[in-house]
């Protein structure tokens, strides 16, 4: 792993947080199965391999994820030698105790080094310096990099929504009790 150095953002970083490669590429999507039967509502999911490796595009867009929000806790970038080459954003919850990851990204050249490891530690130390209870990460069903990632950090599967993201794809969220 690099040595990462972990700092809020600042207006000069936008430029070449902007210019990352926000979509990745995958072999693998979760499938969502429900059973509504009257008598036992069950969902399930299922980790499908695909026939090809296939690119992702991010759901959101960059002017989305880069424009001010009152509800933004912490915008924090990763550097490696003064060079941004990751960034979380996480927003509070309206009244309660929870603080949801809704953009984490690594630069694609320094993707699998531990630095969305560090990223998302840095925020579970953060919400639990803070008096959050929780941390919950929100992923496409088709990010099985990011599941993995939150399965290696401890998160938890916690629940799904259909049509959540500006392009109508299915949000998985995961969550940790920090305190």
């Not at 599941?147 to 998160?155: D, I, N, P, Q, T």
Request: net charge negative; glycine share 6%; aromatic share 10%.
């Amino acid at each position: 792993m690099p040595e990462i150095e972990l700092r809020p953002s600042n207006d000069n970083d936008l430029e070449s947080l902007s210019a990352f490669e926000h979509g990745y590429y995958s072999e693998f999507v979760w499938q969502m199965s429900l059973d509504l039967d009257p008598e036992n509502l069950q969902s399930s999911l299922r980790r499908v391999h695909l026939p090809r490796r296939v690119f992702v595009a991010y759901p959101r867009t960059k002017e989305t994820i880069f424009s001010k929000n009152d509800q933004v806790e912490a915008f924090l970038v990763a550097s490696v030698g003064n060079r941004p080459v990751g960034y979380i954003k996480v927003l509070a919850e309206a009244g309660g105790k929870v603080l949801c990851v809704t953009d984490l990204v690594v630069s694609a050249p320094m993707r699998r080094q531990g630095i969305a490891s560090g990223l998302l530690v840095a925020v579970m130390n953060l919400a639990s310096n803070r008096d959050y209870l929780y941390v919950v990460m929100e992923m496409q069903s088709k990010n099985d990099p990011a599941v993995a990632l939150a399965e290696k950090m401890g998160l938890n599967f916690c629940g799904f929504r259909d049509h959540y993201f500006p392009n109508q794809e299915m949000a998985l969220f995961f969550s940790r009790f920090v305190r």
